[in-house]
């Protein structure tokens, strides 16, 4: 019997393992609970990162505080929840010296458990936040190929993608992808990145040529496109929409790629007249992390579980 292996990879704001795998399993239960086929072997992998950049947020955020004028400043504590959380997670994952701990999470946390599986399992990948970029930054860009980066860097990079069927540098082998679910995810956004650090007239942090060349193999493998869900909460200010980006960025996407966009709140008759302005703001970190308990989202990776074979 084929293994469903869910890869799990948080956001923003979550320092503890304890803390992700408790929101991780509250969506698994759901997704568990509406496949509802005793059958289907599901086996979670959590890859947790949260705790290596907090000691510097907090540095940094003591520096804001000690900073005279602060107080003048408005959306304060905006500034230094989420905004901070966001960009600041982006900055210094983007450094190697943390981007090269997320990697090593990564490659202890999932490597070892999907070594075991073969190309009739299945892999789900269920990512939120800026752990999307994350997760296909290690994956997809060439920057983790530059030659002047460490050799036991690069060896551990490839051994992660070494598990993946499709992707370099073993395409034939390794457990096929199933599904993409991404939860508040500023993956669009990432996308700009495509033209900027370029070596030698190539993109360092380009994600497509990898990315492209997965889902085509994968296409061969399956003959049907591979489908994504987009999950965002109209009021999570992260989170930006697919179908109209990938087809710009992504050669074949149409045809590799079967992109749906999910709204996962409608809002109300209190809060829709105040959607465009900045107000909802105040609760855009609520809204941002209630992917892992919303019955929508379960339903709809179940439904998309259940239907791969």
Do not use: C
């Not at 990898?210 to 889902?215: A, D, G, I, K, P």
Request: proline fraction near 6%.
């Amino acid at each position: 019997m084929p293994t469903d292996y869910i890869l799990f990879v948080h956001g923003v704001k979550t320092p503890s393992r304890e803390e992700f795998q408790k929101l991780a399993t509250t969506l698994l239960n759901r997704i568990q609970g509406s496949i509802n086929d005793k059958s289907r072997v599901v086996k979670p992998i959590y890859s947790f990162w949260g705790d290596l950049n907090l000691d510097a947020k907090v540095e940094l955020k003591k520096g804001f505080e000690a900073s005279p004028k602060f107080k003048d400043y408005w959306f304060r504590d905006f500034r230094t929840g989420l905004i901070l959380d966001f960009v600041g997670d982006a900055a210094l994952y983007l450094s190697r010296h943390i981007g090269t701990q997320v990697v090593q999470r990564l490659k202890n946390d999932a490597v070892n458990v999907l070594k075991g599986s073969t190309t009739s399992d299945r892999l789900h990948l269920i990512t939120h936040s800026w752990g999307t970029v994350i997760l296909f930054d290690i994956l997809f860009a060439r920057r983790w190929e530059d030659p002047t980066l460490d050799p036991d860097v690069r060896k551990m990079v490839s051994e992660v993608r070494s598990v993946l069927f499709g992707l370099n540098p073993s395409p034939t082998n390794g457990i096929p992808l199933a599904s993409i679910h991404t939860m508040g995810s500023p993956l669009a956004l990432f996308s700009l990145l495509n033209i900027s650090g370029n070596v030698n007239g190539v993109s360092t942090h380009d994600l497509t040529p990898q990315l492209t060349s997965l889902l085509e193999n994968l296409y061969n493998l399956r003959k049907k496109p591979i489908p994504w869900r987009n999950f965002a909460h109209p009021g999570d200010p992260i989170a930006y929409p697919l179908e109209g980006v990938l087809p710009m960025i992504l050669d074949g996407s149409q045809r590799y790629v079967e992109t749906q966009d999910v709204i996962t709140d409608r809002g109300n008759i209190f809060n829709l007249p105040f959607s465009q302005q900045l107000i909802p703001l105040f609760w855009g970190g609520d809204a941002h992390g209630s992917y892992w308990d919303n019955q929508l989202v379960a339903k709809n990776i179940s439904e998309v579980i259940r239907s791969t074979i």
